[in-house]
C-alpha cells in the first residue's frame, strides 16, 4: 500500500531503545517514562528530551486514543497517514487502517495493533469499537 | 548587538530557467552566482564572504569555491532547507558587522525537475539516520500528506475552508500571469483549485508549489559598499530564526516556528506587521502561506481563512499583496527551496523593478518568511525584514 517501504533500510537506534522493539514484537506499545522527571516523551529516545535523564522506564501504553489530524493519501492504493493523540498524553505519528478512509473524523477513536514494515513491528491504529469492546 | 542596519542587499538575480537538463549543478550555482554579481556592479574578486545549503554540490563551500575560485575569508553552510537562504543573509550581516568579511554571496541551485523527482509524494529519509525514521518513515508520510494534516487540524479548530486556501493560489496566479518566466501563468479561479485532483486530502494538486529547476543568489554587503553602487540599498533591519519539532510529543499542526522568528525579526527591525508594504511568503502550499500570516501577526490566530479571501493577497486590490513573482505556487521552486526566490522578489519589489503590473507603489518596508523542512515534523523558520534606504 505503501510505495518504497520494502527497500528503506531503517537507521539503527541503539541498544536503549531495545525494550521499546521488543514490546513491539509482542505486539505491546511501550512508551517511554523518565523515571527522573516523570514525563512521557515520544519518539523514544536514549534520554529523556525535556531533563536529559538516562533513566527511561518502559510503560505499556493503553494503546487507546483519538485521531488528531490525519490525510488520505491518493495514490494508486490510498493510505492514511494519522496523528494520534494516546489517551497518556503524547501524539504519534501513525496509519489508520481497515476503515473507511471517506468517513474518518478528527476526534474519533481508535485502538492500536501492531504490523511489520521494513522488517520492523510498528503500532497502527484502528477504530475502536463504538458498542462497547470492554464488554 | 543588533544587525540592524549592519548591511544590505546589493545583488540579486534568479536563474530563468526552470528545466535544466543540460547543466550540471555547480554550473546553475555558477550562473547565479555570475549574475548576481553583474547585478550589484561588483566582480568575483570583491567577494570576500561565501554562504550556501544542503542543496550545493560535493562538499558544498568547498566544492563550490574551488569551482568558481573564489577568495573568501568566511564560510556559512547554515542548512535548515529551504529557508536556510534566509538564515544566510542575517548570518552574513552578522559577519559584516563584526568585521569578518565585507560582501557575501549566497547561492541556492538545484534540478529536482531534470531528475524526475516526485518531490511532494515520494518518502524521502533525510541525512544520516535521523532518529525519527522508525517513528515516522514506515507510515508513508510525504511532504504533501504532512501539509495536508496541518490543513485538515486547522479547518478542525477554526473552520478554514479548501475554497480559502484555493484564494492563496488564485492570487499567486494573478501576479504569475505577469511574469513571463513563470511556469504556470494562467490565472486560476477558486473553483479551479478545489476542483483539481486530490493529492493528499484536503490538498489538491492546485495547492502544491510546481517542481523546478533552477536557483538564485544573492550578495549581502557592507552599507558603505552598497551606497557606492548604482542600486537603490535594501537594507536588513532585522531578522529571526527559530527550529521547532514535535515538542517531544505534544504536537501542534496550526502554528508553527515562523511566530518565534517573526517576532524576533519584527522587534530587531522596530516595526510591526501592519507597517509591511510588501511580503514575500514561503509558499510550498496553501497551507503553509496561511499558517505563517498568523504566526507572523498579520492576522490574528484562526483568522487566516478570512484574512487570504477575496483576493486580499493580489497586488493592486488587496491589503497584503504576497509573492508578486508567482511564488512557488506558480512561478518557480528550485531545488525544492523557496526561500531564495522569496529574498529576490522583496528586493525587485523595494527596487521598484517588479513587473509593472504587479510593482506595490511606495513600496519602502518589506518581509521575507522561509519556512524548511515540515510544520508538521520539524522544521526552520526565518524571517527578515527589508528597506529601502535611498
Not at chain 2, 528586493?347 to 509593472?356: D, K, N, S
Request: one cysteine or more; aromatic letters at 6%.
Amino acid at each position: 500500500m505503501i510505495e518504497g517501504l520494502d527497500a528503506l533500510k531503517l537507521p539503527d537506534s541503539g541498544a536503549r531503545i531495545e525494550p521499546y522493539w521488543e514490546h513491539a514484537r509482542a505486539g505491546r506499545l511501550a512508551l517511554p517514562r523518565c523515571a527522573g522527571c516523570g514525563r512521557v516523551h515520544w519518539y523514544p529516545r536514549a534520554m529523556c528530551p525535556f531533563c536529559l535523564s538516562d533513566d527511561i522506564q518502559w510503560e505499556e501504553s493503553s494503546g487507546r486514543g483519538t485521531i488528531y489530524s490525519f490525510s488520505v493519501m491518493r495514490t494508486k492504493s490510498p493510505y492514511v497517514v494519522a496523528y494520534v493523540r494516546l489517551d497518556e498524553g503524547v501524539t504519534l505519528m501513525t496509519n489508520i487502517v481497515d476503515c473507511d478512509i471517506e468517513s474518518l473524523q478528527i476526534g474519533q477513536a481508535v485502538s492500536v495493533r501492531f504490523v511489520t514494515r521494513a522488517s520492523v513491528q510498528v503500532p497502527v491504529f484502528t477504530i475502536a469499537d463504538q458498542t462497547g469492546g470492554s464488554r | 548587538m543588533s544587525i540592524k542596519g549592519q548591511a544590505a542587499i546589493v545583488g540579486a538575480y534568479e536563474h530563468p530557467t526552470r528545466k535544466a537538463p543540460d547543466k550540471s549543478l555547480a554550473e546553475l550555482h555558477a550562473d547565479v552566482a555570475k549574475g548576481a554579481l553583474q547585478d550589484a556592479g561588483l566582480t568575483k574578486q570583491d567577494i570576500d564572504g561565501y554562504f550556501c545549503a544542503g542543496d550545493a554540490p560535493g562538499l558544498g563551500p568547498l566544492s563550490m569555491v574551488e569551482y568558481l575560485d573564489l577568495n573568501v575569508r568566511h564560510i556559512d553552510t547554515t542548512e535548515t532547507g529551504g529557508s536556510s537562504y534566509l538564515s544566510h543573509v542575517a548570518h552574513a550581516a552578522q559577519a559584516i558587522a563584526l568585521g569578518k568579511c565585507n560582501v557575501a554571496l549566497v547561492t541556492l541551485a538545484g534540478r529536482p525537475r531534470s531528475e524526475g523527482m516526485a518531490t511532494g509524494t515520494a518518502l524521502r529519509v533525510h541525512g544520516v539516520s535521523p532518529p525519527e525514521a522508525p517513528f515516522e518513515i514506515v507510515y508513508g508520510p510525504t511532504v504533501v500528506n504532512q501539509y495536508a494534516m496541518c490543513a485538515r487540524r486547522h479547518m478542525y479548530e477554526f473552520g478554514t475552508t479548501s475554497e480559502q486556501l484555493a484564494w492563496i493560489k488564485v492570487a499567486a496566479s494573478h501576479h504569475a500571469q505577469h511574469n513571463p518566466n513563470a511556469m504556470l501563468r494562467n490565472v486560476v479561479t477558486v473553483e479551479d483549485v478545489v476542483g483539481s485532483p486530490m493529492v493528499a486530502d484536503p490538498l489538491h494538486r492546485l495547492d502544491c508549489c510546481v517542481i523546478s529547476d533552477g536557483g538564485g543568489a544573492v550578495i549581502v554587503a557592507r552599507p558603505e559598499i552598497a551606497r557606492g553602487l548604482k542600486r537603490p540599498v535594501v537594507t536588513l533591519l532585522g531578522a529571526g530564526e527559530s527550529p521547532r519539532g514535535q515538542n517531544a510529543g505534544q504536537v501542534d499542526l496550526t502554528t508553527s516556528a515562523a511566530a518565534r522568528s517573526g517576532a524576533a525579526a519584527f522587534a530587531e527591525a522596530g516595526v510591526k506587521p501592519s507597517d509591511i508594504k510588501y511580503a514575500s511568503i514561503y509558499d510550498s502550499f496553501t497551507i503553509t502561506v496561511l499558517i505563517q500570516l498568523e504566526d507572523l501577526g498579520f492576522c490574528e490566530r484562526g483568522q487566516g481563512g478570512r484574512f487570504v479571501a477575496d483576493g486580499n493577497l493580489i497586488s493592486g486590490v488587496g491589503r497584503l499583496p504576497f509573492n508578486t513573482d508567482g511564488g512557488g505556487l506558480c512561478n518557480n521552486h528550485p531545488a525544492n527551496r523557496g526561500g531564495m526566490t522569496k529574498i529576490i522578489e522583496a528586493v525587485r519589489q523595494l527596487r521598484g523593478e517588479a513587473a509593472p503590473a504587479v510593482q506595490v507603489k511606495n513600496c519602502d518596508l518589506a518581509l521575507v518568511q522561509g519556512m524548511g523542512g515540515s510544520i508538521a515534523q520539524r522544521h526552520g523558520s526565518a524571517t527578515l525584514v527589508l528597506e529601502r534606504t535611498t
